[in-house]
């Protein structure tokens, strides 16, 4: 599975961005989808996730009621819609794939990541 983030990119506090992360193949249904972010001198952190069918989310504390998570299974991409952006958000997101049947909020459950998109925001 190949992946590739984008929609990253300078925005100031308050502000929104839509990342968007597509994925290569036939089976993106059959996986769980995991935003992280790692900011510089940072372990990369847990954002948010969602279930193979897209009815079950589940959000970082960090960023619940600012971001949402999405996905379209018919064009194989995945979603982080983010609202009011706080200069503490800034870092390379990330996208993953995981295989396990859960939601998964530890890298390691990942199988596969994408190069990542930076996002910075201004204060």
């Known amino acids: 599975v190949q992946l590739q983030a984008s929609g990253g990119g300078l925005v100031q506090a308050g502000g929104s961005l839509r990342l968007s992360c597509a994925a290569s193949g036939r089976t993106f249904s059959s996986y769980v989808m995991g935003w992280f972010r790692q900011a510089p001198g940072k372990d990369r952190e847990f954002v948010a996730v969602i279930s193979r069918s897209g009815g079950t989310t589940f959000y970082a504390d960090s960023v619940k009621g600012r971001f949402s998570i999405s996905r379209d299974n018919a064009k194989n991409t995945v979603y982080l819609q983010m609202n009011s952006l706080k200069p503490e958000d800034t870092a390379v997101y990330y996208c993953?794939?995981?295989?396990?049947?859960?939601?998964?909020?530890?890298?390691?459950?990942?199988?596969?990541w994408g190069h990542g998109t930076l996002v910075t925001v201004s204060s």
């Open positions: 993953a794939v995981s295989r396990i049947q859960a939601m998964a909020v530890v890298p390691s459950q990942y199988d596969y």
